[in-house]
DNA sequence: ACCCCATAGGTGCGATTTTCACCTAAATGG
DNA sequence: CCATTTAGGTGAAAATCGCACCTATGGGGT
């Protein structure tokens, strides 16, 4: 929405398309879904983050999955490989304790944010209904 | 604070400051900022904004000039020189109509992710504290 | 007369991030 | 034997960011 034109959902409209992945706040919902299935592969995670999406754009695979290999590099997920049962090989998530911890911080992260945003919404919405704005 | 370490709040800090600037909000503010002064210069907006901002990270001067232009150039505000006076010239910078009308767009996205926002921090609060969770 | 500081408005450019298209590979169905 | 589904990526152009740097005006101090 904020810059230009939304190829997703057209013109006139105001979505979240235009903020970047990290605006969309990606790797707290990974990391909220992980904590959900306990264990997962990428690709079985990607339904479950788009349900659980802050905002309306769509989280792309490409996003996931390098959200997932950065937050193995940091050490909050960990990682193995399934190659028995049927079809390609799957690598399989796991939150690490220091993955849940990061959580934790997104979360308090959020809620300020989220606070914020309220308020701003609330000063926009007062001073635009104020009694001298004729 | 979700990408590596931060340089203004040192390491161990869970802060906004990695999220880039449109992550930072930056037009929504400007264009509050804007609605509140009537008519306003580039530096003299960037105090405005900052006690307006929506994340504890610093609106800097480069992303603050460089929304003023974009925004000029979608037709949400309008400017012009003001040489007279004493010190170097002003650009003195007013909302359009269309400036408006976009806030109040940015007005119910951010209303939007707020809600969810909060709604997240409830199920991961409530999936934390669940009583399974020994 | 000279220099420094505050005000004002930028730009340059390397580094990072995003996006969309494209690729490999294993099993399954026809 | 060929297409489709599942799975996990990568390449590379484009966009964005952040910090450093630049110009210019006027006022105050010495």
Request: charged residues 20%; contains cysteine; proline residues 4%.
């Amino acid at each position: 929405m904020p810059r230009g034109y939304c190829r997703r959902h057209g013109p006139g409209q105001h979505c979240t398309c235009a903020m970047g992945h990290l605006y969309r706040f990606v790797e707290p919902v990974v990391l909220y879904a992980l904590m959900l299935k306990g264990e997962a592969h990428g690709y079985d995670l990607a339904s479950v983050v788009q349900e659980h999406a802050l905002t309306d754009a769509e989280i792309e695979k490409a996003s996931l999955y390098r959200t997932l290999k950065q937050l193995e590099a940091n050490g909050h997920v960990t990682s193995r490989w399934e190659t028995d049962g049927s079809g390609p090989a799957r690598r399989l998530y796991r939150l690490t304790p220091s993955g849940e911890q990061h959580l934790q911080e997104w979360v308090e992260v959020l809620e300020h944010l989220s606070h914020t945003m309220g308020q701003f919404v609330a000063n926009v919405r007062a001073y635009t209904n104020r009694p001298t704005d004729k």
